[in-house]
């Protein structure tokens, strides 16, 4: 049943390719300039007659959520909130006839996410669902869905439910943006055709996964690891720190970069590990100097970089390289070696990695 993997999760990490290639299948056509999502069945007037979007989520769902806000914000020109469902369902939510509100949900049967459905339909909001699960609660109380086409995610950590969320949010960004006329055909084209490649990326980061596991193995005995960066990077970065502390039980947390010099600094000592993303060109010198700062103070800095960057190699202890994409997908890419950071770590440790202690798989009770 693990197909010869030794745990669910190892296994589903490296099914990655297939679901991000089925997620797209029949949807995206980079040379006609079409998405075509049927299920979603918002007008160009219904988008026009949005004032906001509320991205509502738990836990890994949510940080696709985050990067969602980036992506819609930047193609649609629609402002973007994202928020915990657990928090947005007890707070009076600002959401009415004008809004849309976005569930992300592996499972569709989050109860947190489920309530934050039901008071946005309450409220008279459009309700547009993302989830893996054909037939869920999620699915069935939505006005639109889009199904990730992951497969059954067994492992208790999502891998390739996050990263399959992450392209249903980038089709929705770009479908969005062709109904309302804010992407020109050659961006159109030109990020299509860069999300047709991730299945190919993500199988060669796989391909040279022996790299992380020794990494992995290196830090795996450290109480406390640190994940920056800025930008799509510090989205990922909470998903990678996430990752790390469900399933190694190593204290991680995951800092915007340019925050560490209001409190965080101060917990960064000498041979702390601190693992830096940097793969968003226009934030890259501002990253850098705060790599330069951590390393001052003695961290042991492993670099999350484009293919290509040479220069990184200078400030930092070990790099590892992505394959260069479109600025916007970077997320669906490094987060893969994030994940391997995480399994690895944890197995090193002698953890259950499928079932680690506290956690359930689909949270149903409150
Ligand atoms: C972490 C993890 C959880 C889920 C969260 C939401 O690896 O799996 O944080 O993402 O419980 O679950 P769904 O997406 O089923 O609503």
Not at 70 to 91: G, M, Q, T
Request: net charge negative; charged share 25%; glycine share 6%.
């Amino acid at each position: 049943e693990k197909g010869g993997y030794p745990h669910f999760m190892l296994k589903e990490i490296h099914e990655q390719p297939k679901a991000l290639q089925d997620t797209m299948t029949g949807r995206l056509y980079p040379d006609k300039g079409e998405v075509r999502l049927d299920d979603i069945k918002m007008t160009k007037e219904g988008l026009e007659s949005l004032k906001k979007v509320f991205i509502v989520a738990c836990g890994t769902a949510y940080h696709a959520g985050v990067v969602g806000k980036y992506v819609i914000e930047k193609l649609a020109r629609i402002p973007v909130e994202v928020d915990l469902a657990s928090e947005f369902r007890y707070r009076e939510p600002m959401v009415g006839k004008d809004t849309l509100v976005i569930v992300i949900s592996q499972s569709g049967e989050t109860a947190d996410t489920l309530a934050a459905l039901r008071e946005s339909k309450k409220l008279g909001a459009r309700v547009l669902a993302i989830t893996n699960v054909v037939g869920s609660s999620v699915s069935r109380e939505a006005d639109d869905v889009l199904y990730t086409w992951a497969g059954p995610e067994i492992a208790v950590a999502s891998t390739k439910a996050y990263s399959t969320q992450l392209v249903a949010l980038n089709l929705i960004a770009l479908h969005f943006a062709k109904l309302l006329g804010t992407i020109s055909d050659e961006e159109f084209r030109e990020i299509a055709l860069a999300m047709k490649k991730l299945p190919d990326q993500a199988k060669a980061i796989l391909d040279a996964e022996g790299e992380i596991k020794k990494m992995a193995e290196r830090y795996a005995d450290r109480e406390h690891i640190f994940y920056i960066g800025r930008g799509l990077d510090y989205a990922v970065a909470m998903e990678g720190a996430l990752k790390l502390k469900e399933i190694s039980y190593i204290h991680a947390e995951a800092y915007a970069a340019g925050e560490l010099k209001h409190g965080t600094l101060a917990l960064i000592t000498e041979g702390v590990p601190v693992i830096s993303l940097v793969t968003q060109d226009h934030l890259y010198e501002k990253t850098l100097s705060n790599i330069i700062e951590v390393k001052a103070r003695g961290a042991a800095v492993i670099a999350l970089a484009n293919e290509g960057d040479e220069e990184i190699t200078k400030s930092v202890d070990h790099v590892i390289y992505i394959p260069r994409t479109h600025q916007m997908l970077t997320p669906v890419l490094s987060v893969v070696p994030l994940q391997l950071f995480a399994y690895y770590a944890a197995v090193a440790r002698g953890c259950d990695v499928d079932k680690p202690r506290n956690l359930a798989k689909s949270v149903t009770v409150e």
